[in-house]
């Protein structure tokens, strides 16, 4: 793709493709004028010096410098940058539950909140380990694959609504499976899946998954995000606005509570650990220090750091024409002096 970064510059070119013009017309002028006056004499005599054909060319090369400059004061770039880089770590999927349970506010500002601002702090603590993020209510999504560019993970957070899905509910074994397509067939080392949930699972086969999770030596780890206590599961409408709490076919409000003894079971057949997700940042931290005991693999990642200027390499022609036209003479040289040029 190619890209300037100052385009108004062009208007510049308007002024060099005026000033050509004029030398065309000022050089076919003064010829005429020439031929008028000494229609019986031979040019070369009365200015035997100068090549009028070396002028107009000089002309030239001076207007053809001028356009590069311009040219270049544009700032062209063609991208992206590409950069491999090489990193130490380990492949994990944060997977976000974004049900609509997850709109409790037993925790501040509400459960799915706090856990995006938790996976967007504990991003910034990681070093070279490659993420992945899933988000998953009754269904699941695969947001960001496998990557080392955690901008653009954050990027990602702030559309994790409920409104992602259609289905609403809670499938914590879609969660799994959609987060193990994630991972790469040929890993080398353990990787890991951490399910940021309240843990309120209402369809799936969970042990399938998480056999199948072990079976490629891949630990899951979960997060009981709420409280013990737990809270209603308010109601907004499109504009956003609270129209109450959600009521069973009885008309009470539905209590939502974290799920400690499910999340505890997949933790331990997980072959990771569970935490309580009062403060899912804390609970992160934790599990990434045991992240950390894990084996380790060595990524080649491809970055691209967007459009790359180009600008130098015209530079460098206008600098060669500028040394040509410094030592450009409008005089005939010897061969010239013997024909009319």
């Avoid at 003064?30 to 000494?38: A, N, P, Q």
């Avoid at 959609?178 to 969970?206: R, W, Y």
């Avoid at 992240?291 to 750091?305: A, I, P, V």
Wanted: proline residues 3%.
């Amino acid at each position: 793709m190619l890209k300037f970064s100052n385009a108004y510059i062009f208007w510049a070119m308007l002024g060099v493709l005026i000033l050509l013009g004029l030398v065309i017309f000022r050089y076919a002028w003064r010829k005429r004028k020439i031929k008028k006056h000494f229609a019986d004499q031979n040019i070369k005599s009365i200015i035997p010096e100068i090549s009028l054909g070396r002028w107009i060319f000089r002309y030239i090369l001076v207007s053809l410098i001028f356009l590069l400059i311009v040219l270049t004061l544009t700032r062209p770039k063609f991208g992206p940058k590409v950069r491999m880089t090489k990193s130490t770590g380990i492949d994990l999927v944060l997977a976000i539950d974004v049900s609509n349970s997850m709109l409790c506010q037993d925790i501040k500002p509400n459960r799915l909140e706090s856990t995006k601002d938790a996976v967007a702090a504990f991003l910034e603590k990681l070093g070279g380990d490659r993420v992945g993020l899933v988000a998953f209510a009754g269904q699941a999504d695969l947001l960001v694959e496998m990557t080392n560019d955690y901008a653009a993970i954050k990027n990602m957070l702030p559309g994790v609504q409920p409104s992602m899905f259609g289905t609403q509910g809670t499938s914590l074994s879609k969660a799994i499976e959609i987060s193990l397509m994630a991972f790469p067939n040929d890993m080398k080392s353990a990787g890991a899946i951490i399910l940021l949930t309240d843990g309120e699972d209402h369809e799936g086969d969970l042990d399938k998954m998480i056999a199948k999770a072990r079976k490629k030596d891949i630990h899951i780890y979960t997060i009981g995000v709420g409280t013990a206590n737990g809270g209603p599961i308010p109601i907004y409408d499109a504009n956003g606005s609270l129209r109450g709490n959600k009521l069973d076919t009885y008309d009470k409000e539905i209590i939502t509570k974290a799920n400690p003894q499910l999340l505890s079971d997949i933790a331990k057949k997980g072959g990771g650990t569970y935490y309580s997700g009062e403060d899912p940042l804390t609970a992160l931290i934790d599990i990434n220090k045991e992240l950390r005991k894990l084996e380790k693999e060595t990524f080649e990642s491809k970055n691209e750091e967007g459009l790359e200027d180009q600008y130098q390499w015209i530079l460098i022609f206008v600098i060669i024409l500028l040394v040509l036209e410094l030592f450009y003479s409008d005089k005939r040289g010897k061969l010239l002096k013997k024909i009319d040029v």
